[in-house]
């Protein structure tokens, strides 16, 4: 069973960079997978940030996309984010997410989630 | 991109049946089969209950049952619980340049 953790500063000052990690435990970082970052403010409803697959393909949301930029490090099994110029709209539970493959179609859907970290952009 | 618009609340009695709608455009739901569905307790993370419009992973109740007809997704709980009392979202594929979009998010309360 994949797992996956999300891991970074809790505090970040506006106008500054957020960066996040997430962290497979359980299965291959280079699986036939997207991976995903989704976010959700307090309060609010879940939004789609972008995904990332193992070859290094990338897709944003274009709200994020001027500022967000995924990657992904197969040698450690994690994949990250960094979303620049933050304000305090950016606060939010981040969520890292898998949609699985196989033969070449996709769940088209987030399967797997993380637990969610909080990241609070405040000076 | 907009979310697609579901009601901001539905509820139901216990043993009733609810629909909760998901309207997108045909950009999104009316052009692929990729609707998917979670459900979200208080404070915890998101559960995948319902993908590709109708299908339900494994370990999913039966109560549980997704349709579509043409920009409207929906989502039926049957048999309706208070463990079902909680934020409901549907997210679909719209295509390989920006590929999802999630729902405003429904809130059921069991009456």
């Known amino acids: 069973q994949v797992q996956l953790q999300e891991s970074g500063p809790g505090l970040v000052q506006p106008s500054g960079t957020l960066s996040l990690t997430c962290a497979l435990s359980g299965g291959s970082i280079s699986s036939d997978s997207w991976w995903s970052w989704v976010r959700q403010p307090p309060g609010k409803g879940l939004e789609w940030i972008g995904e990332i697959y193992p070859s290094g393909t990338t897709h944003y949301s274009p709200s994020f996309r001027s500022r967000v930029t995924m990657s992904i490090d197969k040698s450690k099994h994690q994949f990250s984010l960094k979303m620049t110029s933050v304000t305090a709209a950016d606060t939010a539970i981040f969520y890292c997410?898998?949609?699985?493959?196989?033969?070449?179609?996709?769940?088209?859907?987030?399967?797997?989630w993380g637990q969610g970290i909080l990241v609070t952009v405040s000076s | 991109q907009s979310a697609l618009t579901q009601p901001a609340s539905v509820s139901g009695s216990p043993g009733q049946s609810i629909t909760i709608s998901c309207t997108g455009t045909s950009s999104d739901v009316g052009n692929y089969n990729f609707v998917s569905w979670y459900q979200q307790h208080p404070g915890k993370v998101p559960k995948f209950i319902i993908y590709?419009?109708?299908k339900r992973p494994s370990g999913v109740s039966n109560r549980f049952s997704g349709s579509k007809s043409g920009n409207t997704a929906s989502l039926t709980i049957s048999g309706l619980q208070a463990e079902d009392e909680a934020d409901y979202y549907c997210?679909?594929?719209?295509?390989?340049?920006?590929?999802?979009?999630f729902g405003t998010g429904t809130k059921v309360t069991v009456l």
């Open positions: 997210c679909s594929y719209a295509g390989s340049v920006t590929p999802y979009v």
């Open positions: 997410a898998r949609n699985p493959c196989s033969g070449g179609s996709c769940f088209s859907a987030f399967e797997s």
């Open positions: 590709e419009d109708t």
